[in-house]
Structure formats: structure tokens, C-alpha cells
């Protein structure tokens, strides 16, 4: 099994992709939505739940993980890779190459995570791949956790997307970088709010073809559950009634969806 998690639905636009890329492979995907946003937390507890939640992924057996979350790429992949040394961990971040590939006029726009936005790994990413481009970074507080509630089309949702992007239209880039997996489930507000000239990033595919060719051999292990004969498991640590409905409306396949607790152990007496 390869194991995929994200701060709540927004990793369901890479699983799909995933599941595309390595049929038949059987994935369990876990949805921290109990603790949604990720964006909008303590680093050091993004670093906790994303160490419990690959904890709990290797428990079940997995032989990959992919954390399909930019916020928790940018904030816990190297110490899930430093914590499971033989566990082959495949990230996601903001597609600014893809995005400089595809501008026209070398103005570029990345909606994100204040946290993503805010960290090393990104500051890193942007010096080495915005090639001289123009670039504005376009934080979206409280985007995702109105796409956590289930109803992708409520007004209120509309309008913040319309907020967030209002900046990206002034300033005329024609490139925009869904930089959370989140994003891509709204891709058609977004769409609608920049204007039908601009094109939309979205490294799903990219991140899949990359853990496929990162899994390889690791695959083979992969058999099927028995437990779950369909192959696809998706837990969610909060209400999973907004992970059933977006994974009915965005997953071309059945998956079982349960509720998982993944609470912290507590601390030791000394
Ligand atoms: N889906 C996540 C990402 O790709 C984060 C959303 C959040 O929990 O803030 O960054």
C-alpha cells in the first residue's frame, strides 16, 4: 500500500492523479481534517501530526508515502525522511517551473498557504526556479478551510477567491501557481475570477509520475488489503461527511471512507 496525506481533502486532487498514474496499486489516504488549516498553524505542530500520520501509514504497512499537502512538504519532509531512512517519502511544492515554462509575459501569480509562503524550503524554491521573472505571492488564509467544509460553490467561498485574486489580475500575470492541493478542487472559481487568458498550475500529475518512478520496485509490495478489497482507503481524523462528498464529486473510482483517531501520546511521567 502507499499511503498519501494532506492537512484534509485538498490531497484528493493528487490521489486521483496517483491512482492514474500506478492503477491497481492500493493507496490509503489520510485527511487531517480535525486539524485543518496546516497553512494557518504552528510549525511545530504541522512537524507532530505529520510525523503521527506517516507513523500511522507505516503501521498499516505502506512501502511509499506521498504527502500531498505543500504546507507539510515545505515543513516535515525532511524529518519524515530523516525519521524513516528506508521509506521512500515524495513531496509536492508550488509548480513555479512548470509556471516559467508556461508564462507568456513572465508575470507570474502563486496562491498559496501563509505557511508555505512564509517558509525555507519555498524561499529556496522561488531564488532558484523564478529565473528573473516577475512573481507575486498571493497568501489565502481561510481558502482552505472553507474548501474543508464540503460545499465548493457556497458564496462566501466565491467571494474570497474572488479577494485573493483581485491582486493577480492587477498586477496582469497569466500564469497562476495553485500552490495547495486544496486550490484544485476550486479550480474553476479561480479560473473564472483571473480571466479565461490565464493559465493555472497544477503539479498533481507531475508529483504522481514522480512517485511512481520514485516507488518502482517498492510497488511490488504493494499487495492488495484484505481488509479493503476495493484497494482505496481514505480516513479522515474529523467528520468524514466532507470527504465522502468531495471524493464522490472529484474520484472517478470507489473508496471506503472511515474516521480515524490519531491523537498524540501523551507525554511520559518522568
Ligand atoms: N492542502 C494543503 C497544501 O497543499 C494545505 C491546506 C491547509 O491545511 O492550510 O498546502
Known amino acids: 500500500m502507499i499511503g498519501v ?14 491512482h492514474a498514474a500506478i492503477p491497481g496499486t492500493p493507496l490509503c489516504y489520510v485527511a487531517d481534517s480535525a486539524y485543518a488549516p ?36 515545505a515543513i516535515a519532509i525532511d524529518h519524515l525522511r530523516a525519521r524513516w531512512p528506508n521509506l521512500p517519502v515524495v513531496g509536492i511544492e508550488p509548480g513555479l517551473k512548470p509556471a516559467i515554462a508556461a508564462t507568456r509575459n513572465r508575470r507570474i501569480g502563486v496562491m498559496a498557504t501563509p505557511a508555505t509562503l512564509a517558509s525555507a524550503p ?71 475570477a483571473v480571466g479565461p487568458h490565464v493559465t493555472l498550475i497544477d503539479t498533481a500529475d507531475a508529483v504522481a509520475s514522480h512517485a511512481a518512478r520514485r516507488f518502482g520496485s ?31 464529486a472529484w474520484l472517478p473510482f470507489a473508496a471506503s471512507v472511515a474516521r480515524v483517531e490519531l491523537s498524540q501520546p501523551a507525554a511520559r511521567a518522568a
Open 5 to 18: 496525506f494532506d492537512s484534509g481533502v485538498g490531497g484528493l486532487s493528487v490521489l486521483r492523479a496517483l
Open 122 to 192: 519555498f524561499a529556496k524554491l522561488a531564488a532558484a526556479q523564478a529565473d528573473g521573472a516577475f512573481v507575486l505571492l498571493q497568501p489565502c488564509p481561510g481558502l482552505a478551510q472553507h474548501i474543508e467544509t464540503g460545499d465548493l460553490d457556497a458564496p462566501e467561498l466565491i467571494a474570497l477567491v474572488r479577494r485573493f485574486c483581485e491582486p493577480l489580475r492587477d498586477a496582469k500575470v497569466d500564469t497562476v501557481v495553485l500552490g495547495c492541493t486544496h486550490y484544485p478542487l476550486i479550480a474553476r472559481h479561480i479560473q473564472a
Open 218 to 248: 517498492n510497488l511490488d509490495a504493494c499487495g492488495p488489503s484484505a481488509a479493503n478489497p476495493m484497494g482505496i482507503e481514505l480516513l479522515s481524523t474529523g467528520d468524514p461527511a466532507a470527504l465522502r462528498k468531495i471524493a464522490a
Open 38 to 73: 496546516y497553512g494557518e498553524r504552528p510549525t511545530a505542530e504541522v512537524l507532530v501530526r505529520s510525523a503521527l500520520i506517516a507513523q500511522h501509514l507505516v503501521s498499516l504497512g505502506a512501502a511509499g508515502i506521498v504527502v500531498a499537502c505543500n504546507t507539510a512538504t
